[in-house]
């Protein structure tokens, strides 16, 4: 790779940058978001669980 291509590289990256980082931003809300979600899915289905072996 030639050093120029490395520079047009870099100016399409610092011309992208907003877009980029709204959407690494984005997309890590996102994940935080789904784990927080199915950790509390999988805490009510673990409750659920215990309640009917603590019946039968």
Known sequence: MKFT???K???MIR???PLLSAFFVGSFIICT???IASYF???RLAG???KIH???
């Open 33 to 35: 978001i789904s784990s």
């Open 54 to 56: 603590e019946v039968s």
């Open 9 to 11: 590289l870099m100016h």
């Open 15 to 17: 011309d992208l940058w």
């Open 41 to 43: 899915i999988i805490l």
């Open 5 to 7: 291509d490395f520079e």
């Open 48 to 50: 659920r669980y215990r």
